[in-house]
């Protein structure tokens, strides 16, 4: 059976679990002395721990062993997603996590009606954490976010394949990388890309995708254009 995993800032030999980890870990899976878990601090690395002492704030956990991570991607995945409305850009992340990104940036673009703001950004943050946990990865990819479209592309300028899906190109400009390295994929919000907007990211060197002839949800496009690159980055096998 699987261990507890709890993200913590720092592992060294004794650890003090705080906060909302230590809220769910003693009053949901109420741990008590004893109980094995596993620590993460966002390296790549596993921790074994035990509990020592339950504290009335904290518990305390010895780390007795640890090892690498089997479940980061090799591959580093960018998801670059316009701000959508409602819960979607929540979903977006969650299954994001789950399927192997390393980091996701959330954008304002000229159509795009939702907003961002401090609150929003750090639950997208705990989603992120949450997804990681329940897929048994050993770091929670960070969310942040850009306030314009031009901010994200340049982010995204570091990777080797830059993908734009674009929902009014009738076919993909170019191939998906079989084994690339990294990738940046850049998905649009509930009211697409401005011609424009597509115009300034081909200058920036992006590749335009197309979905399919059918016309996806956001939240839609963003979980199949991941999947579809994570399976030609040899993730899925």
């Not at 995993?5 to 870990?25: C, I, P, Q, W």
């Not at 074994?48 to 339950?54: F, L, N, S």
């Not at 780390?63 to 995945?77: C, I, K, M, Q």
């Not at 990681?132 to 995204?156: D, H, I, N």
Request: charge should be neutral.
């Amino acid at each position: 059976m699987a261990r507890n995993r709890f993200f913590v800032e720092k592992v060294a030999e004794e650890v003090a679990l705080t906060g909302d980890e230590y809220n769910h870990a003693k009053n949901v899976l109420r741990l008590t002395v004893g109980d094995e878990v596993t620590l993460l601090d966002g390296s790549g690395v596993e921790y074994a721990a035990i509990v020592a002492r339950v504290e009335r704030s904290a518990l305390i956990l010895h780390v007795v062993g640890s090892t690498p991570s089997s479940r980061e991607p090799r591959a580093d995945v960018l998801l670059l997603l316009g701000a959508l409305k409602g819960d979607k850009t929540e979903l977006a992340v969650q299954k994001a996590v789950e399927l192997g990104v390393n980091r996701v940036g959330v954008f304002s673009s000229r159509y795009c009606a939702a907003y961002m703001n401090e609150n929003k950004l750090a639950r997208l943050n705990r989603v992120s954490r949450e997804a990681a946990k329940q897929c048994m990865r050993a770091r929670a990819p960070e969310v942040v976010y850009f306030g314009s479209l031009e901010e994200a592309l340049t982010a995204g300028l570091k990777y080797e394949n830059r993908l734009f899906a674009c929902e009014f190109l009738e076919k993909s400009e170019g191939e998906i990388a079989v084994g690339g390295a990294s990738y940046c994929l850049v998905v649009g919000s509930e009211g697409g890309f401005a011609e424009e907007e597509w115009a300034r990211a081909k200058e920036m060197g992006y590749t335009g995708i197309c979905l399919g002839k059918r016309i996806l949800r956001a939240e839609t496009a963003a979980i199949a254009l991941v999947a579809v690159v994570m399976d030609r980055a040899g993730e899925l096998k």
